[in-house]
């Protein structure tokens, strides 16, 4: 499992380059690294307020199923474990292709497969949303949205599905946006290819990406493997 | 810390850390059916949080990061740890009230 | 005095103009609208979020006055009750969100955040322009709640009367709420990278002006604050608006979590609004009193403990809630820690003036002002902290008073402050200083007149958010109501003469306080590139004299220092 450590290859396009990265007296190659660690610095501070925001909104969950355990349970084995670990599967494949992207793309020679992990990602992350939307069907058919006629008698089991419509429609939300930027990334790639290798904003959308991912991977537990048992 | 720079030298990196992703998955799914009581929840969000560190740490390149990039992801964690202590404070002790 | 210029000044723009050696500066460089409002230039920006800023103080402000003119009596006589209660929640929701929050960061912080630490621009300018954009959109958007009937919820929006009874335009408002926060945390992460990476050579973290780590701290809490306020937001609306049962009892909903997730955000939110005054204030008193500051590390030490601390806190405001007794009392604890480095900074602040040679330029009779009404609002906030006293006082207008001595005694005096510090270096001009002197001395007295009455009113038991009270509270009222009055004046003055000055001020040399820092080290107002040249730091801020020794008194207090170039 070595990695070939020497190679040469093109300088990476000193384009990216912007103010004020470009004043600070030193050589163009190290003024781009210093920005692009910038660019990461950035992302990771923005990472770090996501994660806030859906710790409050897991916090929400976490104090109304501390409150009403069972009727939570009984809640939760209404929701669809199959498109549930289905779509887990879906995301997780996405965020390997986003790495993928993103370690590809600071290196010229990589450029096509930069721009095929790309294409992979945006197409998984809408496979994602094409599945959340036949399991929304079928959620609805099946009277899951809370309100009169919902299926269920307990009044606390409509918080369960409160949190389940609100939770994976933010999520969606911020999938819907990675989708976008990964989307960008690719007319970058198809229409000026020079411009993809090195650019610093693949790997700022890239480290979004797998946060959306990591923001999942909690909900598919809070979602679909409560009350399960029995 | 070497860059890889053959397309196999990418794909060695990130697919073990994906069937790595893919296994947990695979136990998670299935111990949600095991009677493990009042374990159930620790068990499915334990794993959760192991995968969740997977993609942070090998995915998102934390575990290759300067000082700074994961004194910044902590904060975010550490944040939201004070939140959810300090409201469970007031949550559990309402609720061996009742 | 402590910079090294390499490069000599750029060029003029116009080849034909004669060349005085003055150089274009940042306000000229681009005259159309056009470029003013696709700017990337933190300074223009600055300017952008000075003037929306403004338009937003005065429109909380006259909700203010309207609130005021009605309890000059205690019955309802110049409005409903629905209508008082509107007038309260705009006057709130405009003053907290639109001017407090982002008054100092984005107005000072944006234009000298770059200049104290010797760089060229933010991290992320276009976020920046972004950011001005998304807070005035957010602006725009409350102010479509107001045109369409009002919010009546009071600025923190409780449920279950936000999300299940009020039948106001709650979802819109709490939306422009939303759209603006997203404007604070960008300005926060674009505040933190750029402190990191972009500090001139020598600027080491214990070099840098307390205004720059005031900032800081500022920016922490703007971004793990800010994102709890968006979600509880999206609750109340999912819960209004789409229906989906959050906190409501009736399904089992617990209307107390509200509270908590709201107040993570704003008792934090209450720090966004303290910390840059505090920062502006160091930078005033140092220069006006001539003196290093005292205790610089301590002071670092002290925003960064207000900073993190006041995460900690939140639940005093919930002590009356129906929360648990004994999270109350790890609260009302946490509540009492945090006012420590609140008093290390005053005790700094006075030991700074020691052996001084203090002057009473407008920019220090602000400071010594805020000195003053931040040890009354803070000594306060103290009893507040005390559950039983808090039990007396909840709801009462000696929380409003509290509150006012803060946010307005302390903060609005150092925007003040700062404004007419630096309005030299902003506008290339010299405002009026006795009318300034004049407008600082009347604000003074009008801002006491007009809260400190409110003590005594809430703790004889006086309600907030009531337009009708006893007739035994008038006289207290009649005089805040006059007060405000006064109070009212002493804002429209600096609106006057500061307008005045743009157009016939005298003109501002690079340094006319002879001050420390880098951004007295170039031209009033600067270039578009900041500094004409790479600054490079060889000493210590507020080296207004050799460390370790009393200042001489044998010079003149303030040389004019600096040219026009």
Redesign the interface.
Known sequence: ?T???I?T?APLHAEFLREPWDGLGLPQEEALSYQR?GA??GI??F??????FF??LF?FY??VR??HAEAFATAARETN?VYG?LN??IL??S??S???A???S??V??RR?TQWCLVATATLGLAFLAVKGMEYRDDIAEHLVPGRGFKLPEPSAQLFFGFYWLSTGIHGVHLTVGIGLVARLIWIGWRHPERLPGNPQVEVT??YW??V??VW??L???L???G??? | M??????G???????P??LG??AL?AV??AL?????GPW??AV??G??TT??AL??L????LIE??A??RL??A???F??A???T??????????T?S | MSTRVAESPASLADPDELALGLPESYLSAGGTLGSWLTSTDHKRIAILYALSVTLFFFIGGAAATLVRLELFTPQADLVGADTYNKLFTLHGVIMVWFFLIPSIPTTFGNFLLPLMIGARDLAFPKLNLASWYLNVIGGLITATAVLAGGIDTGWTFYVPYSTTFSNTAVTIGVLGVFVSGFSTIATGVNFIATT?LLRAPGMTWFRLPLFVWAMYTTS?IFV?ATP?LALTIILVVAERSLGLPIFDPAKGG?P??FQ??FW?YSHPAVYIMLLPGMGIVSEVITCFARRRIFGYDFMVYALVAIAVIG??T??HHMFTS???P??AL??SFLSFVVAVPSAIKVFNWTATLYRGQVGFESPMLYVLGYIGLFTVGGLTGLFLASIPIDVHVQDTYFVVAHFHYIMVGATVSAYFAGLHFWWPKFTGRMYPETWAKFAAVLMFFGFNLTFFPQFIAGYLGMPRRYHVYPPEFQVWNVLSSSGAAVLAAAYLMPLGYLTWSLFFGARAVNDPWNASGLEWRTTSPPPRVNFFGRPAVLAKPYNYHPEGAAPLHDEPRIPSQGSLT
């Open positions: 499992m990695d070939p450590a190679a290859e660690f990461t610095f990771w501070i990472i770090a307020s996501e994660v806030l710790g409050a916090l976490a104090a501390a409150e474990i670990t887990t599967a997780l494949t965020g390997l986003a790495a993928a993103s370690l590809a600071e290196h020679p990589l497969l890239m480290l797998g946060f991912d990591m991977l909690f598919y537990p809070a679909y493997l409560v399960r048992p029995g | 070497s860059a890889p720079v053959s397309a030298a990418v794909w060695r990196r990130v697919l850390v994906w992703l893919m998955l998670a799914c949600a059916y095991a009677p493990l159930t929840a499915s969000f794993i959760a995968q969740a993609v942070a090998l995915f998102m390149r990061a300067s700074l990039i910044t992801a904060c975010g964690l944040w939201s004070i939140l959810f300090l409201t469970f404070a007031d949550v559990l002790s309402r609720l009230r | 990191h922490i793990l709890v617990d107390i979590l908590h997730l993570f995460f900690f939140w639940g129906g929360m648990s004994y999270a790890i609260f």
